[in-house]
């Protein structure tokens, strides 16, 4: 300002005009600055594009993904059944793992049905009880019991379907099994269980994008199942605030969001990494028999990454509202981000034989600590 009142001095020494000229280019070098400033202010997007944005473009492909790939799994599964081969547990494995890894990039948003409709235990139940599933398979394999998709479904507890439950019957100590190790029996669960992996994966579709979406394909699952689901979810979360939703504005379904990251990122944590260390066991470590659960961790932060700095969001994201907020408490969240996962890069080994490897685990877990404060902090910044 001094450096401006100085400059004026000299223009006025031109006469009332030059003055008067001096005068107007300060009152318009003042509202140039105060536009700017509006201007500015402008660039927190609507929350209601940011919602949108959230569904349509991180929740719906995710779940789109997650369901094609757990039909491919479905039908790979089923075609080789009477006569299994390495290639073929091995291209099963393969889809396992994609199926997983979608599952995992959703973890940021376990809310509404995922939680509601219990998708998250029926599917994600950890540890399996794996000494209650093996007495069902030589139960299956001495003809006892027949093992049917069914039985899985109405039948057996979380602990005994899901994930878990099929890369038990796929892997051993991280790699395919072999064909020839696989009995009868396994093959069956393995048949069934994969086939309820898939009704889940498609329920959880539908309920976010509603049964219209599905396609036939994947309704004839539902409908076979005999699997009602209500929705489409995605549009209660868009249309917040409105009558039909059961959110009552929308701050509180932004907030559902940023709390589903808190929530993913203190699991993490606490109980992937926490217990595990704690313990000293390595078979707690979630997705232990693939040796996979390096990759299960990074896909969760990278499941934060994406619900909250937005995918193809054209800026219409919780990262630009809160940064519009507050610059500080939105760099802190997108530092802590990278920090998570470029703490998960320095892991050489899986997980589980890593257990040695203190200081790597020491900084995991103060990275995922971190990345929950600085999002509790976001939460702050918007109420």
């Not at 479905?74 to 091995?90: G, H, Q, R």
């Not at 099963?92 to 235990?121: H, I, T």
């Not at 899901?162 to 069956?188: C, N, Q, W």
Request: charged content about 25%; some cysteine; proline content about 3%.
């Amino acid at each position: 300002m001094k450096e401006k009142m100085k400059s004026y001095k000299k223009i006025s020494k031109f006469g009332v005009f030059g003055a008067r000229a001096a005068k107007l280019m300060l009152v318009a070098g003042g509202l140039l600055a105060m536009s700017e400033g509006f201007a500015f202010a402008q660039k927190a997007p609507d929350a209601g594009a940011v919602l949108a944005a959230f569904a349509d473009n991180t929740v719906l492909p995710t779940y789109a993904k997650m369901s094609d790939a757990a039909v491919k799994l479905d039908k790979l599964v089923s075609s080789m059944k009477a006569n299994p081969t390495d290639e073929k547990i091995a291209e099963a494995a393969e889809l396992w793992k994609q199926v997983r890894q979608e599952w995992e990039l959703s973890e940021a948003y376990l809310f509404g049905p995922a939680a509601f409709a219990n998708l998250d235990p029926k599917l994600d139940s950890w540890p399996l009880d794996q000494a209650q599933l093996d007495k069902i398979l030589k139960l299956a394999d001495a003809g006892s019991l027949n093992v049917d998709a069914a039985y899985v479904r109405d039948y057996l507890g979380a602990a005994l379907r899901g994930f878990h439950a099929v890369e038990y019957l796929l892997f051993r100590d991280g790699k395919p099994r072999s064909a020839k190790d696989i009995t009868p029996g396994e093959m069956a669960y393995l048949s069934a269980a994969v086939r309820v992996v898939a009704e889940d994966s498609i329920a959880l579709q539908a309920w976010w994008a509603g049964t219209d979406a599905l396609g036939k394909e994947k309704a004839a699952y539902l409908e076979e199942a005999e699997i009602e689901v209500g929705g489409p979810y995605a549009k209660e979360v868009k249309n917040a605030g409105k009558a039909g939703s059961r959110y009552e504005s929308q701050g509180e379904a932004i907030e559902e969001i940023i709390q589903g990251c808190v929530d993913i990122a203190d699991e993490l944590a606490e109980s992937k990494l926490g217990g595990p260390v704690k313990s000293g066991d390595p078979k707690e470590f979630e997705s232990w028999y693939s040796f996979s659960s390096r990759e299960d961790c990074r896909n969760n932060v990278l499941s934060i990454r994406y619900s909250y700095e937005g995918v193809n969001s054209d800026g219409n994201s919780v990262s630009a509202l809160v940064a519009a907020k507050s610059k500080e408490a939105d760099a802190a969240v997108r530092s802590a981000i990278e920090k998570a996962l470029k703490s998960f890069d320095a892991f050489s080994a899986p997980l589980s034989k890593s257990l040695s490897d203190k200081e790597s685990f020491k900084a995991a877990i103060s990275a995922c600590s971190e990345l929950s404060q600085s999002l509790q902090k976001a939460q702050e910044v918007l109420k």
